[in-house]
């Protein structure tokens, strides 16, 4: 690549996934249920959702094929900073979906998997201290 390098004054503020998904509703129950986020914006084709400055979009997807191209193909990284507090609400949740136990990894962090309703897996994981 030739072009010239991106400018440096001007600060990345944020990364945000943009999710497919089956079943708005369901997904916006789950990420505010499970995982304790807001929902700051809701419609029936997109809604977003924070907590503590991070945010995840999500998008009504436009038919099954969408779903079937995604389902067990995304996946999201949540980091945290009391991993225990959010696996053990989590348990709580009584979900349908595969769930793994809290695991030390050997790239300095400690995970646990959960899958949305979607069939994205959703890593949290906290700095092995």
């Known amino acids: 690549m030739s072009a010239?390098?991106?400018p440096t004054t001007a600060?990345?503020?944020?990364?945000?996934?943009?999710?497919?998904?089956?079943?708005?509703?369901e997904t916006l129950a789950f990420y505010?249920?499970?995982?304790?986020f807001t929902v700051?914006?809701?419609?029936?084709?997109?809604?977003?959702?924070a907590?503590?400055?991070?945010?995840?979009?999500?998008?009504?997807?436009?038919?099954?094929?969408v779903m079937t191209a995604v389902r067990g193909h995304t996946e999201v990284y949540i980091e945290v900073d009391d991993i225990r507090s959010v696996y053990e609400h989590a348990k709580t949740c009584k979900l349908p979906g595969r769930m793994t136990e809290i695991k030390v990894r050997e790239y300095g962090m400690t995970e646990f998997h959960i899958d949305d309703p979607n069939d994205c897996l959703v890593f949290v994981?906290?700095?092995?201290?």
Not at 40 to 49: D, K, P
């Open 4 to 6: 010239e390098p991106a």
């Open 11 to 25: 600060r990345v503020r944020r990364i945000s996934p943009m999710l497919a998904v089956a079943d708005m509703e």
């Open 32 to 36: 505010t249920t499970v995982l304790g």
């Open 40 to 49: 700051t914006m809701q419609s029936a084709e997109y809604s977003i959702v």
């Open 51 to 65: 907590r503590d400055g991070a945010t995840i979009h999500f998008m009504k997807a436009a038919d099954e094929s």
């Open 125 to 129: 994981g906290q700095e092995t201290r």
